[in-house]
């Protein structure tokens, strides 16, 4: 009987001891390589059917060979457009450098195998996979959902990355507490205004200024077309509360008069005055709310930011002077000179966004602050605000969201 004839069965694979323990090694060595290479045959030479039984001993046998030899029958299939399904599942799964040929390049992977991958796998593979390139909106999306704030990295600065707006919704959430994470997303294509006006307000300086001049939106259009349906409103006497509120978004008036015959001060102005000569107590920022035509929730947020340019989108937008907003700050006792006598550089940031800023622009920021954290806000968005409830966020609109998560960081503070 022939050498060959003579390996049959599980015999064929049991490990050999002493002289000829060797010579076994080559073999199996050989046997994997001729393997990888039937699997590599073009589908003139080999069938789907042979493909995949070939594929099943190959999983067999790799499934008990060293970390080398799995290494390069990984290597020897990357290029590869077809692969049999279970020798994939099986070396996308296996140790970070017997899977990263494959992440890296192997056509033969659909989103639905990453998708797997990113589930059944740790960091080094969701790593690698972020790093692929022409990763698609679900694949994204996947790894996001890992939380890993390297990963989300990853993908943001992965060109070619595609993300959907839900996959967007969930890196401006965990912007808030890895602040890393907003200057990549500013960068990104995909993000929209309100995500951005969210963001605001944990972002830094360098930041504010890049979505005050990149996301500073006008509503000429907006007033354009609605301009015949004020007087429409107003004939119904405003008796649509639908209209009604989607109309005050779009006015080109800020303050509120109605709230000037009501008010102890005579205007906006004199509200300020009063405020930097006596210190701002709630009664007086609850006035400036008012007369500046916004609720008092979102007054408060303004007026408590730290960094300060809130107050400059606020005086800008109602149309207030610099000397104003100069108001504002004395009657908040901020700083006004530096340990020099010069002027502090925080209030010389806030009058810098003061005079950058168009009026239009911060009356759409305004309007939208106000609109999301006071006309989105209802019982069971302040019950999931209160619980931290992140995985509901998907169920709110875009002004809910963003309530949400602004009102979330000052219960954070």
Sequence with gaps: MSERAGISGEDAFEPEVGPAAEPRSRARQALLKRLADVVCLPASRVNAFERSVVGDLLVEMLSMASLAERARVAHRLSPLAELPDSLLRLLLRDEPEVAAPLIEQCAALTEADLVDAVRDTGHAHHLMIARRRGIGEVVCKALIETREPEVV??????????????????????????????????????????????????????????????????????????????????????SDPLSRKALQFIERRQRNRAAIEKSPFDSLEHALATAAESGMSREIASEIAYLSGIKPLTGAKILSDPGGEPLAILCKATGCTRNDLLALWRGLRRREADEAGGIDPTLERVLVTF?????????????????????????????????????????????????????????RR
């Design 355 to 411: 005079e950058m800023l168009a009026v239009d622009r911060a009356q759409t920021i305004l309007r939208y602050w106000n609109w999301s954290l006071s006309s989105a806000i209802t019982a069971e968005l302040m019950r999931a605000i209160r619980e931290g409830d992140e995985d509901s966020l998907n169920e709110y609109s875009a002004p809910e969201k963003s309530a949400m998560l602004a009102l979330r960081a000052d219960l």
């Design 153 to 238: 990295l990853c993908v943001l600065a992965n060109p070619t990355a595609r993300l959907s707006p839900s996959s967007v919704e969930m890196i401006v959430a965990l912007s808030q507490n890895e602040t890393r994470l907003c200057v990549p997303l500013l960068r990104r294509s995909e993000l929209r205004p309100w995500g951005a006006y969210v963001m605001f307000w944990w972002c830094g300086p360098d930041e504010r200024r890049t979505i005050l001049q990149r996301f500073g939106v006008s509503r000429e259009v907006m007033q354009e077309v609605a301009e015949d349906v004020f007087a429409m409103a107003a004939a119904e006497n405003w």
